[in-house]
């Protein structure tokens, strides 16, 4: 973990890819990392593994921006010593867009691989911003599940004024997208996230009350092989930005999980989560 810190100290976001490419379009908590820095440094069970040494070049060049880095990481206890490679090139376009691509390496002394290559867009046109990507993971079948493709897709708009927001996001991961320097919360699976909602700026409060918007949200998983409910998150919300800064938010979320599988969600005390459908909601001030 402390390697992720030192690589990625000054000029990080060179590296991001998709959405958050150049600080531009919509950003999940459950979107795909292509490049994850901490996978760098850390064996498969989460230990710290020396790093032998590395080197890391990013700069701009016209409209070219260029990121390589390349680190030797040493043997560990359960594993062989192993090569992380990466490689981005983004090139701006139009008046404020830009394209790219990323190459991603992991090669343990030949014994194992893990390879990705992606694409990305992200164009903006002054509030509306339109950004995409595709991913594609190549390892050895041996340590990919079956069934399923090896794609991480994702295309997404926001738009956002004084009077409105509007914003959504549609990817898949698929079932053998394998991607062992990055970090993918989910696999199999379709989703759709949005956010919609006006804002008002109500003229007879304006002494005290900034903004109000209420709006709705909406994050829904299903599975690829199955086209079946994994999860939905629906979010009726009203917040209020006052004039000196504060703010309050009342919500309402109803929440659907299925479970297909029995796990153990704590060991110790033996609590076991069994198959079904669960629905519930949060409400919170």
């Given at each position: 973990?402390a390697?992720?810190?030192w690589?990625f100290?000054r000029?990080?976001?060179?590296?991001?890819?998709?959405?958050?490419?150049?600080?531009?379009?919509?950003v999940?908590?459950?979107?795909?990392?292509?490049f994850?820095?901490?996978?760098?440094?850390?064996?498969d069970?989460?230990?710290?593994?020396p790093?032998?040494?590395?080197?890391?070049?990013t700069?701009?060049?016209?409209?070219?921006?260029?990121?390589?880095?390349?680190i030797?990481?040493r043997?560990g206890?359960d594993?062989?010593?192993?090569?992380?490679t990466?490689?981005?090139?983004?090139?701006n376009?139009l008046g404020?867009s830009?394209i790219g691509?990323?190459l991603?390496n992991?090669?343990?002394s030949?014994a194992?691989?893990n390879?990705?290559?992606?694409?990305?867009?992200n164009?903006r046109?002054g509030f509306l911003a339109?950004?995409?990507s595709?991913?594609?993971?190549?390892s050895?079948?041996?340590v990919?599940l079956?069934?399923?493709?090896a794609?991480?897709?994702?295309?997404?708009?926001?738009y956002v004024n004084?009077?409105?927001q509007l914003?959504a996001?549609?990817s898949g991961i698929?079932?053998?997208?394998?991607?062992?320097?990055?970090?993918?919360?989910?696999?199999g699976?379709?989703?759709?996230?949005?956010?919609?909602?006006?804002?008002w700026?109500p003229v007879a409060?304006s002494?005290w009350l900034?903004q109000?918007?209420?709006?709705w949200e909406y994050d829904?998983?299903t599975?690829?092989?199955t086209?079946?409910l994994?999860?939905?998150?629906q979010?009726?919300?009203?917040n209020f930005?006052f004039?000196d800064g504060?703010n309050a938010?009342?919500?309402w979320n109803p929440?659907?999980e299925?479970?297909?599988?029995a796990?153990t969600?704590n060991?110790?005390r033996?609590?076991?989560v069994?198959?079904?459908?669960?629905?519930?909601?949060e409400?919170f001030v």
């Amino acid at each position: 973990g402390a390697v992720g810190g030192w690589v990625f100290s000054r000029g990080s976001g060179i590296f991001q890819f998709g959405g958050g490419a150049a600080g531009g379009g919509t950003v999940s908590r459950q979107d795909v990392r292509l490049f994850f820095s901490r996978s760098i440094g850390l064996s498969d069970n989460g230990g710290a593994i020396p790093i032998l040494g590395g080197t890391r070049l990013t700069g701009r060049q016209g409209a070219y921006s260029v990121g390589v880095l390349n680190i030797q990481q040493r043997e560990g206890a359960d594993q062989p010593g192993a090569n992380f490679t990466a490689l981005r090139v983004r090139r701006n376009i139009l008046g404020n867009s830009d394209i790219g691509a990323m190459l991603l390496n992991k090669d343990q002394s030949g014994a194992h691989f893990n390879r990705v290559a992606g694409v990305d867009a992200n164009f903006r046109f002054g509030f509306l911003a339109l950004n995409g990507s595709v991913a594609k993971t190549f390892s050895p079948e041996s340590v990919t599940l079956t069934g399923g493709n090896a794609y991480s897709t994702r295309a997404a708009f926001d738009y956002v004024n004084r009077t409105w927001q509007l914003t959504a996001t549609a990817s898949g991961i698929g079932q053998r997208f394998h991607d062992e320097m990055g970090f993918v919360p989910r696999q199999g699976v379709n989703n759709f996230d949005g956010r919609f909602g006006p804002r008002w700026r109500p003229v007879a409060l304006s002494r005290w009350l900034r903004q109000m918007q209420p709006h709705w949200e909406y994050d829904v998983y299903t599975r690829q092989n199955t086209g079946n409910l994994e999860s939905s998150y629906q979010g009726y919300h009203w917040n209020f930005n006052f004039q000196d800064g504060s703010n309050a938010e009342v919500g309402w979320n109803p929440i659907v999980e299925d479970i297909p599988v029995a796990f153990t969600l704590n060991n110790a005390r033996g609590i076991n989560v069994n198959p079904g459908r669960y629905e519930f909601a949060e409400y919170f001030v």
